[in-house]
């Protein structure tokens, strides 16, 4: 096991701090975890089902499946720090607009759709490409601690969401929402968003960390690897089913009878492991092989399903499962951008990581409408909980295939705009 070099932290910190919190403001981020809060209330004021409600989910999918792929070309056309900050901008008036959806559900999904548009500079493939450029020792560490902001978000939101929404309405929810990022990450992107590390911050006593690599495969290139399949079938699985859970834990345990703020401090607790899964596995794959790491972690949460659908009255189980969901959760997303950059390299890494973003979002996309047509089929969330199991199992054992890590070459990264 590799020790451990704190070298990349004393230059990159401020990096760290800002994609965290880009990532817990980010399009994804906000509209997802702050889902499950804004069911019954939406439901209630609007009288649409829930089974209704999910294809929201999946309009946000196919929105953030389209913005992942502009914002791997914007980001390389104009460069990470315009398209960011025009970007967060866009997000909050986006999801200001939201408070105006009329009784038409149709509404709430083109808007749902737009909103991901709007802030595709925010959307993880900008913050894990930044952070990717910045890092390369301890690069699985740094991009779970960034991606861990979308912990913080589903520690916060449904707080901030049910607080807000009972004091005043749903629309109060999305205002809420709305203020996020120009109050929080705008300030931050303004003073520290640099693409690149500063020739100027290394000194003859204390040498510059490694340089992050420039090789690898183009898109054309990768997209005849199987690896990439492999890394596509496994994490669409995964994402999907966790999709399936976060927006689906709350009426749950509100159907167990478990009042809306009881269901929500329940829920905190998927933000907190799924905190601590990130930093774990960020830490352990830097330093074991990643794709074992990742197998462990990303199972958790089939036992967490079965917790679910034998439990029907215990507040510690109901916590015990959520903190599985969230270990799993935690490996998700940081895993996948760790293994695009080590199986395939930073030479086309906007557009690889923009593909595999898309791909599983768009398996994302189709969960919601498998899980609103299954609870509508049994009037609970048993199919829900069998389907995610299996996948669960599935998924994570796919990437033990991958097999050892390619070598890329390093040498110092040209400025980016």
């Known amino acids: 096991m590799k020790n451990f070099d704190t070298r990349e932290f004393k230059f990159g910190w401020k990096i760290l701090i800002l ?68 970007s967060l901008l866009a997000l909050s008036v986006s999801l200001l ?49 960034i991606l861990s902001g979308s912990g913080l978000a589903a520690a916060l939101l449904p707080l901030l969401i ?33 693409p690149t590390r500063p020739r100027a911050s290394t000194t003859a006593a204390e040498p510059a960390p ?43 345990l509100q159907d167990r009878g478990l009042s809306a703020v009881e269901a929500g401090q329940i829920f905190s607790a998927f933000g907190v492991s799924l905190i601590l899964g990130r930093l774990v596995v960020g830490y352990l794959i830097d330093r074991l092989w990643a794709p074992g790491v990742a197998a462990i972690a990303l199972m958790m949460p089939a036992l967490a399903c079965l917790i679910f659908a034998m439990t029907t009255n215990s507040t ?22 760790y293994l695009i950059a080590r199986y395939f390299g930073m030479r086309d890494y ?24 299954l609870y509508s089929m049994t009037g609970d969330y048993s199919g829900l909980l069998s389907f995610s199991t299996v996948c669960f199992i599935v998924g994570p054992l796919l990437l033990l295939t991958l097999g050892s890590y390619p070598v890329w070459r390093r040498e110092a990264v040209p400025a980016c705009p």
Not at 68 to 83: D, H
Not at 177 to 184: C, G, R
């Open 162 to 194: 049910t607080w807000s929404v009972t004091l005043w309405n749903w629309q109060a929810g999305f205002i809420a929402l709305a203020l996020l990022p120009v109050l929080v990450a705008l300030p931050l992107a303004l003073r520290w968003l640099m």
């Open 19 to 86: 994609a965290t919190v880009g990532v817990a403001t980010s399009s994804s981020s906000l509209l997802l975890y702050s889902f499950s809060a804004m069911m019954i209330p939406l439901e209630q004021a609007m009288g649409w089902g829930r089974s209704e409600l999910q294809a929201a989910i999946t309009a946000l999918s196919l929105g953030t499946i389209v913005a992942a792929q502009l914002a791997g070309w914007l980001n390389l056309k104009f460069g990470l720090r315009v398209v960011t900050i025009l």
């Open 350 to 373: 906007g557009r690889l990581f923009g593909v595999h973003l898309g791909l599983i979002t768009a398996g994302a996309a189709a969960a919601p409408l498998l899980f609103g047509a």
């Open 97 to 145: 607009l939201l408070t105006q959806i009329q009784h038409s559900i149709w509404s709430l999904y083109l808007g749902y759709f737009l909103v991901p548009l709007a802030g595709l500079g925010t959307l993880q493939i900008t913050w894990s490409h930044l952070v990717n450029l910045w890092f390369v020792e301890n690069r699985g560490l740094a991009l779970a601690i």
């Open 316 to 337: 510690g189980l109901y916590i015990l499962a959520t903190l599985l969901v969230g270990v799993g959760a935690g490996a998700e997303f940081d895993i996948a951008a």
């Open 210 to 252: 490694p340089q992050p690599e420039t090789g690898g495969m183009l898109l054309k290139k990768a997209l005849r690897s199987w690896r990439f399949w492999v890394c596509n079938l496994s994490m669409t699985l995964v994402v999907a089913c966790v999709v399936g859970l976060v927006t689906n834990i709350i009426p749950l």
